[in-house]
């Protein structure tokens, strides 16, 4: 018979799961004036609306930076139609609980759109996926036209929204935020992240781009995710942490995608001043960025 497992002390040591759970106060970390567990606005405040015909309500977090990344990339291609305002949303000030973007995003987290090209019938766009492929096929650009290789594109797509919780909210809230170091949440989706690096790896070891030889709005997603943490700009020393410079193929794709100007001006977009003099707060036309 084999020996039981040890058993892990819990932390705190006298811890033991309640039969229901209640929120009786914050569970401390970064995040913690901004976490709840229930939805909906928290006050009154209407949104700035601009001149252009996109509206983006949004943050330079990774999730935010894929959809400023697009944009930018519509309109390098000449789709004059992509002019956008962006417009800074402070999470950790609660933006995202103002009742004129939960009326754009009732799961409150950024970012969100506003297309007003049709005045008579404004569209709102939520979640960072959905925008991409809203924006995609709107200028019919970026996701490949032939169904094979459009299918591969979507298949990476959705493997980012499905993978990236455990990299940012798994790994990265338990390596760089938490308030207490756990050893074994750390090693659980440190493991989880490794696993992920190494498709990525093997997928470009065979594949130009996501979807193969065409880049597309699968790249765009997942770029400022996985190749942050790679480049050492996410979640302190994590790249050193998980070892990132061993997956070759995927630092080959990291470059390539990186040195595109649409992808250097996107990341730029919502982003704190005093963090880099190149980042912009908001941006309302392309002199923002010039």
Known sequence: MADAPEKKPSLPA??????????????????ASINRPIAGATHDKVLPVGQQPLQLYSLGTPNGQKVTILLEELLAAGHAGAE???????????DQFGSGFTELNPNSKIPAL?????PEKPQRVFESGAILLYLAEKFGAFLPEDPAARTEALNWLFWQMGSAPFLG??????????PVKIEYAI????????????????????????????YS???MAIFPWYGAVALGQAYGDAA?????????????????????????????????KENDPSFIRERHSAADLD
């Open 14 to 31: 006298d811890y033991v799961p309640p039969k229901v759970w209640s929120w009786e106060s914050p569970s401390g970390g970064a995040f």
């Open 217 to 219: 709005i699968a790249d």
């Open 114 to 118: 506003l297309d007003r090209s049709n």
């Open 240 to 272: 050193t942490f998980l070892a990132t410079k061993d997956y070759k193929h995927f630092n080959r794709w990291v470059e390539e995608v990186g040195s595109r100007p649409a992808v250097k001006r996107g990341r730029r977009v919502n982003r704190k």
């Open 169 to 178: 909210g798994g790994f990265g809230h338990f390596y760089a935020y938490a």
């Open 84 to 94: 956008y305002d962006a417009w800074y949303i402070d999470i950790l000030e609660g």
């Open 187 to 214: 090693d659980r989706y440190a493991m989880e992240a490794k696993r992920q690096y190494d498709v990525l790896d093997r997928h470009f070891a065979e594949h130009r781009f996501a979807a193969g030889n065409e």
